[in-house]
């Protein structure tokens, strides 16, 4: 069974950053694919960013040139680096990592974008 944990979310004024931190236990991390998905209240959840196991990375259009997603294998940590950040990317941020062809989600770290 695959564990995740997100940490790092928090109140933030537009135009500010954070960095989101997703920490994994269980299994052979450095195999996994990694997401970041956000949802908001009576939105469905939206798939932000990816990092495939050989560290190739893709993002939606509305975060590409802000977010950042990376990871550290030897830590069994992935990251994501949110800058210029928008009233609209307030949301409920969730780690999900894909093994085994089995998705396992965090339990979601909350980020609110507001002056």
């Known amino acids: 069974q695959v564990q995740l944990v997100e940490s790092g979310g928090g109140l933030v004024q537009p135009g500010g950053s954070l960095r989101l931190s997703c920490a994994a236990s269980?299994?052979?991390?450095?195999?996994?694919?990694m997401d970041w998905y956000r949802q908001s209240p009576g939105k469905q959840r939206e798939w932000v960013a990816g990092?495939?196991?050989?560290?190739?990375?893709n993002y939606t259009d509305s975060v590409k040139g802000r977010f950042t997603i990376s990871r550290h294998n030897a830590k069994k940590m992935m990251y994501l680096q949110m800058n210029s950040l928008k009233p609209e990317d307030t949301a409920v941020y969730y780690c999900?990592?894909?093994?085994?062809?089995?998705?396992?989600w965090g339990k979601g770290t909350l980020v609110t974008v507001s002056s």
């Open positions: 990092i495939t196991s050989g560290g190739s990375t």
């Open positions: 999900k990592a894909r093994f085994g062809g089995v998705d396992y």
């Open positions: 269980g299994s052979i991390f450095s195999f996994y694919d």
